[in-house]
């Protein structure tokens, strides 16, 4: 299989519910990928641009898993991006060392994904909010991917225990998702 790097971009995986449970399926389901859990490794925010550069270069897909929050990446990923994906390296006219590595973008939301649409809630699909996250793929030479989501996993809706298994089986499929999609491009049909 591919090198498969998984950067967790949750900002305390203790605490999380969905993202927990797809990253300990996606383990199960890609024991030989690398994962790195930002939050662990680095609680500071003090990241350790040469290391992660590094095992950005030894990865041929990166799978970036992580909460929705607030349209975007959460800030703890944003920061890791600005610190690793710089001038020289990731882009720029020296900047092609991740050219034709490919991304992929996981994640969830607390609000269902019939709320990302025109005139709900959101007002807009969820698609509309990923284009930085496709031109940031696009300016480092990164293959995009697509993504993989999933709506309706807060913690708010978590009241009761069938309402629990509920979104641990939606978070179990997402996983399955992300791994199928990744089975996909290595067999070339995706």
């Known amino acids: 299989m591919n090198n498969i790097l998984v950067v967790s971009g949750h900002p305390d995986l203790g605490i999380s519910f969905a993202n927990k449970i797809i990253l300990d399926r996606l383990a199960s389901l890609l024991p030989d990928a690398a994962y790195v859990f930002l939050d662990k490794e680095y609680p500071d925010w003090h990241f350790d641009a ?3 550069q590094q095992r950005l270069l030894d990865a041929d897909v990166i799978v970036l898993q992580f909460p929705f929050f607030w349209y975007g990446v959460p800030s703890i990923m944003k920061k890791w991006m600005e610190d690793v994906f710089v001038h020289g390296f990731s ?3 020296s900047g092609t060392k991740l050219h034709g590595k490919r991304l992929l973008a996981s994640f969830t939301s607390g609000a269902p994904e019939e709320l ?3 005139g709900a809630l959101q007002n807009f699909p969820i698609e509309d909010f990923l ?3 496709r ?3 696009s300016l480092c030479g990164l293959q995009w991917l697509d993504f993989v989501y999933s709506g309706g996993l807060s913690s708010a809706s978590r009241q009761t225990d ?3 298994l509920l979104m641990r089986e939606k978070a179990l499929a997402h996983a399955e998702r992300v791994a199928a ?3 996909a491009l290595q067999e070339g049909t995706a």
């Open 131 to 133: 284009v930085p996250l």
């Open 50 to 52: 040469a290391r992660e």
């Open 135 to 137: 031109q940031f793929a």
């Open 91 to 93: 882009h720029g006219s």
């Open 181 to 183: 999609k990744l089975k």
């Open 116 to 118: 990302y649409r025109r």
């Open 162 to 164: 069938a309402q629990a």
